[in-house]
């Protein structure tokens, strides 16, 4: 009986690999993936998102190098949609220290700081993140004309 809850929670449970296992296979397997998403306009479609969901802890893991060469755009916006999903963020903010790509992990924070009720470790890397000029800049243009109130919102918010 142990046994049967056992498996059943392991199958219901999303994404339990942490990035650190994602392999150089897997990478390119999800880089060829994308660019054959469909996409409205400069957006992906719904249909492109829940076809990525499952590729989550492959855009995580994927390091400034595995992604150099390539426009940060796409990568970006599909972060976008899945960040749109309630499961996707979840899993985003768990693996937050699992995310390799600095512009990437730069946007998962703003995002998931966005959406409300960050983690301790959100926090504290946007903190750190307004402190240095580069980081603070890149913040700025995720933010757009939000920015202002995107830093006082982030230096206003607990530490815990």
């Not at 994308?34 to 992906?44: A, S």
């Not at 390091?63 to 060469?69: L, Q, S, V």
């Not at 983690?119 to 580069?134: G, M, N, P, R």
Request: proline share 6%; glycine share 6%; net charge neutral.
């Amino acid at each position: 009986m142990i046994g049967s809850i056992l498996s059943i929670l392991l199958v219901l449970a999303p994404y339990q690999a942490p990035a650190q296992q994602i392999s150089d296979a897997q990478k390119k397997v999800f880089l060829n993936l994308l660019k054959g998403l469909p996409q409205k306009g400069e957006f992906f479609t719904d249909d492109a998102i829940k076809t990525a969901g499952p590729y989550l802890p492959v855009l995580l893991a994927l390091t400034n190098k595995d992604i150099e060469g390539y426009d940060i755009y796409p990568f970006a916006a599909l972060s976008r949609g899945l960040c749109d999903i309630k499961e996707h963020r979840q899993y985003a903010t768990a693996h937050f220290g699992e995310i390799r790509h600095s512009g990437l992990k730069l946007f998962w924070a703003a995002m998931l700081f966005n959406e409300g009720n960050p983690s301790t470790e959100i926090v504290h890397f946007l903190k750190d993140a307004l402190k240095s000029e580069a980081q603070a800049r890149l913040l700025d243009e995720v933010t757009g004309p939000n920015f202002a109130d995107f830093k006082a919102r982030v230096i206003a918010a607990p530490n815990n």
